[in-house]
């Protein structure tokens, strides 16, 4: 894949992932409805929401700048276990399939960002030597 065509993939790509994070962050700083269902069907409390929305947010951010890669990769650490989790705590209550596979969805996209952003890095990292 040629330099450029990588960066307009993860340019593409790193905003609508971080736009579905944050609003999903947001959601549960503000405790909707919905979300206070679930959480409480997996049986976490449900202050649990405030607490992983906010880390949410903070890993969009973490996604969105470009001085500190390291934040980068620990904003993807946390999104990874967040996907895990969703995933385990959906299985493990017994839910259906269909309530199984979006955590193992934005988990796939996720890793297709994550891909991305390397090999945007790398390339621009070679750029500077030549």
């Known amino acids: 894949m040629k330099p450029k065509t990588t960066k307009i993939l993860y340019w593409t790509a790193i905003p609508i992932f971080s736009l579905l994070m944050l609003m999903d962050g947001i959601a549960g700083l503000m405790r ?11 049986g976490y409390p449900v202050y649990l929401l405030s607490i992983v ?38 299985a493990f209550v017994g839910d259906s399939v269909g309530l199984l596979i979006p955590p193992i969805v934005m988990l796939a996209i996720m890793f297709g960002t994550y891909f991305l952003w390397k090999r945007y890095s790398s390339s621009q990292q ?5």
């Not at 909707?32 to 997996?42: A, D, F, M, P, R």
């Not at 650490?77 to 895990?84: D, H, M, P």
């Not at 070679?126 to 030549?130: D, K, S, V």
Request: charged fraction near 15%; proline fraction near 2%; hydrophobic fraction near 45%.
């Open 126 to 130: 070679t750029n500077q030597f030549l």
């Open 53 to 90: 929305g906010f880390a949410k947010v903070c890993g969009v951010i973490a996604l969105i700048q470009t001085k500190y890669p390291i934040l980068k990769e620990w904003a993807y650490a946390g999104f990874t276990i967040s996907f895990i989790g969703a995933f385990a705590s959906r």
């Open 32 to 42: 909707v409805e919905g979300g206070k269902q679930s959480i409480s069907h997996l």
